[in-house]
């Protein structure tokens, strides 16, 4: 199981970024999928997930109403739109799965979505002006 994250870079605050984690050698339409980040000097923390099934979504607090997790299962794709970042969201940003977990609350609030199994290698987030 192989993923692999990009579109991070360096975007000024306000402005908008849109992560992709792809998968290689597996259908992630079957998979829950979560995005999580590290910010520097930091723990690694979930930031959003996405159900396989229905598609439900949950999202950490900060992010709400500023980020969006959406999924194309035709492109064996999930999606994190970042919208109005803040310097606080400058971050190493990862997607991650496992084929026994869900996604729920937890996987953002808790480290419970750190237990996931298989990890993307990280994609660098840095909004400064």
């Known amino acids: 199981v192989q993923l692999q994250a990009s579109g991070g870079g360096l975007v000024q605050p306000g402005g908008s970024l849109r992560l992709s984690c792809v998968a290689s050698?597996?259908?992630?339409?079957?998979?829950?999928i979560g995005w999580f980040r590290q910010p520097p000097g930091k723990e690694r923390e979930g930031v959003s997930c996405?159900?396989?099934?229905?598609?439900?979504?949950h999202y950490k607090d900060s992010v709400k109403g500023r980020f969006t997790i959406s999924r194309d299962n035709r492109r064996n794709t999930v999606y994190l739109q970042m919208d109005s970042l803040k310097p606080e969201d400058t971050a190493v940003y990862y997607c991650?799965?496992?084929?026994?977990?869900?996604?729920?609350?937890?996987?953002?609030?808790?480290?419970?979505?750190?237990?996931?199994?298989?990890w993307g290698q990280g994609t660098q987030v840095t909004v400064s002006s």
């Open positions: 996405i159900l396989s099934s229905d598609r439900s979504t």
């Open positions: 050698d597996f259908a992630l339409n079957y998979y829950a």
């Open positions: 991650a799965t496992d084929p026994t977990a869900g996604c729920g609350p937890p996987v953002v609030t808790t480290r419970l979505g750190l237990l996931y199994k298989y």
